[in-house]
Nanobody, 120 residues
Framework: QVQLVESGGGSVQAGGSLRLSCAASGTILSINYMAWYRQAPGKQRELVAAVTSGGSTSYADSVKGRFTISRDNAKTTVNLQMDSLKPEDAAVYYC??????????????WGQGTQVTVSS
């Protein structure tokens, strides 16, 4: 079993910055990708950013140029640096990892979610 613990959410004024972190624990044999999703009230969960084990990154159009995803495979940590935050970025942010665990199969794991609030 793999556990993900998120940290770094909070409240910030528009234009400010926050850094989210997600640390994985447990037995991980291989990582496919690490990602951040978000879900605002009344909306579907959406992919914000992802990074593959090879280091390739992708971003939602709405956050390109403002958010940066990074990972440390050795520590199985994925971070999301969020700059120039806008009120529309407010949501609960979830980290997501696709890994091979002790089952020796690919499985998806999710963090518990961390709230990001952006005031105008």
């Amino acid at each position: 079993q793999v556990q993900l613990v998120e940290s770094g959410g909070g409240s910030v004024q528009a234009g400010g910055s926050l850094r989210l972190s997600c640390a994985a624990s447990g037995t991980i044999l291989s990582i496919n990708y690490m990602a951040w999703y978000r879900q605002a009230p009344g909306k579907q969960r959406e992919l914000v950013a992802a990074v593959t084990s090879g280091g390739s990154t992708s971003y939602a159009d709405s956050v390109k140029g403002r958010f940066t995803i990074s990972r440390d495979n050795a520590k199985t940590t994925v971070n999301l640096q969020m700059d120039s935050l806008k009120p529309e970025d407010a949501a609960v942010y979830y980290c997501n990892l696709r890994v091979v665990d002790l089952s020796r199969r690919w499985n998806d794991y999710w963090g518990q979610g961390t709230q990001v609030t952006v005031s105008s």
